[in-house]
């Protein structure tokens, strides 16, 4: 089942149950997925791999904008992000834990053969494209930048 498809059924569930942040939260994620599907040049479909990055992109700003809105006291808009964050979470490929994601770097620099902070970039390439969707890009630079140093 297409991801767009999950959430029309999802939509249709929030609508019966009167959810109205629920519902939000979907039309959301389906308003990215439209407009991913009209993109100048876009080929109306939008591919898995696509889907993964627009959710990743929604989470980032929903758990920006919720830091923001914390730091300035505004706790009811705060809430309001973290919940469609979670609501976004739902969709999100499993993120992988620090332990696990650590392994799967030092299988990636072990495999690249990389020695030192020069290889840094050559590294976060690779990792960016084998681990896309199952951790945060933020996280991923920091425990390379731990693993490469001599």
């Known amino acids: 089942m297409s991801l767009k498809t999950l959430i029309d059924s999802d939509i249709k569930k929030?609508?019966?149950?009167?959810?109205?942040?629920?519902?939000e939260a979907l039309r959301s994620i389906k308003s990215l997925i439209l407009l991913a599907e009209t993109e100048k040049g876009g080929s109306g479909d939008v591919s898995s791999d696509t889907e993964n990055k627009l959710l990743m992109k929604a989470a980032k700003q929903r758990k920006e904008s919720a830091d923001i809105f914390s730091q300035q006291g505004?706790?009811?808009?705060?809430?309001?992000?973290?919940?469609?964050l979670?609501?976004?979470?739902?969709?999100?490929?499993?993120?992988?834990?620090?332990?696990?994601?650590t392994d799967a770097l030092k299988k990636i620099i072990a495999d690249l053969g990389a020695?030192?902070?020069q290889d840094m970039g050559k590294v976060m390439g690779t990792a960016t494209k084998k681990l896309a969707g199952q951790a945060d890009g933020k996280l991923i630079s920091e425990l390379v930048k731990k693993l490469l140093v001599p």
């Open 115 to 117: 020695a030192g902070p």
């Open 74 to 84: 505004r706790n009811d808009l705060a809430e309001r992000e973290l919940f469609q």
């Open 14 to 23: 929030a609508m019966l149950a009167k959810n109205k942040e629920e519902l």
């Open 86 to 101: 979670e609501v976004i979470s739902r969709y999100l490929p499993k993120q992988l834990t620090e332990s696990e994601l």
